[in-house]
């Protein structure tokens, strides 16, 4: 009898724990059930990366929605671009860059003013006029410009994009004026047919005996790599022509000017072996 009740005993006291541990295992589940946050059924889209993101406002920028500071001198003139300099304003933070261009007595002009704080403006009504940021210079007076197709062209004031972007005393640039400039260079991309992203050069670049902007604190390998998304191997060549180039300034050092225009000279060389002729889907 004993035995049997024990057995019963041992029995229930089971069936008790195991009604009682699956209430308690229920209950929790159910707390979790209703604690846990509604599943969201749509997955979360990634966060664009940098690319992207730059490459996405380049589809939607067009050169008009820039605020427009007509510059004061300038031509109606119309040309098709297929080159992009870029300069450095040499105005200090707290000067207007706006202010610069519009003045008559500054003799110069630019197609894209960019300030530290990534503000743009444009200069000229249509990006089709010359802008004359580049003086009057004969830019590889030897060599002439070389354009994707290998052909010299001479006049570098009408076939550029100017850029000015805000520093002074050689900062480093920031980025944000990184980011505006690779938009509107992506852009340019769409709008001309013939420009390339290795048609990119510093005002320093063209004449070496009288600039030295865009200068050597401008990273080349970051707006080209990290914001325009070109391929590294791709421009290996031209970012180390534009490195050796780029320098501070030669300018007032004939010598130094003229070993540097040397330097630019077998630069365009490797340039126009390596990437003269090569469609623009080339470089993406
Ligand atoms: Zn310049």
């Known amino acids: 009898m004993d035995i049997v009740n024990k057995i019963l005993c041992v029995i229930k006291a089971l069936f008790t724990n195991l009604k009682h541990r699956k209430a308690k295992i229920s ?7 209703e604690t846990r946050p509604v599943l969201i059924l749509t997955k979360k889209k990634k966060p664009k990366s940098k690319k992207q993101r730059i490459k996405a406002l380049a589809k939607e920028y067009s050169y008009s929605d820039d605020p427009l500071y007509l ?29 610069y261009f519009v003045n008559k007595k500054r003799q110069a002009n630019s197609s894209l003013g960019i300030d530290r704080k990534g503000k743009t403006v444009r200069y000229l009504k249509n990006i089709l006029n010359p802008a004359w940021t580049q003086g009057v210079s004969n830019w590889r007076k030897n060599v002439g410009f070389i354009n994707y197709e290998g052909k010299r062209i001479k006049n570098v004031n009408n076939i550029a994009v100017s850029f000015e972007l805000e520093n002074v005393n050689y900062q480093p640039f920031t980025e944000i004026q990184y980011e505006q400039t690779a938009i509107r260079l992506l852009w340019m991309l769409n709008r ?19 600039k030295d902007d865009v200068g ?39 010598q130094r000017s003229f070993r540097k225009w040397e330097e630019i000279y077998e630069g365009v060389e490797k340039i126009r072996n390596d990437l003269i002729g090569m469609p623009k889907s080339y470089c993406f």
């Open 27 to 33: 209950k929790k589940e159910l707390a979790i059930i």
């Open 71 to 99: 510059a004061a001198n300038h031509s109606k003139a119309l040309f098709d671009k297929c080159i992009a300099v870029l300069h450095f304003s040499w105005s200090y933070p707290s000067w207007s860059i706006e202010s």
């Open 192 to 210: 001309f047919e013939n420009f390339r992203l290795w048609l990119v050069t510093g005002h320093e670049q063209i004449i070496p005996i009288k």
């Open 216 to 254: 050597v604190s401008f990273n080349w390998k970051k707006l080209f790599v990290e914001y325009c998304g070109v391929r590294k191997d791709f421009y290996d060549e031209y970012l180390i022509y534009l490195a050796n180039t780029s320098s501070r300034s030669t300018v007032g050092d004939k």
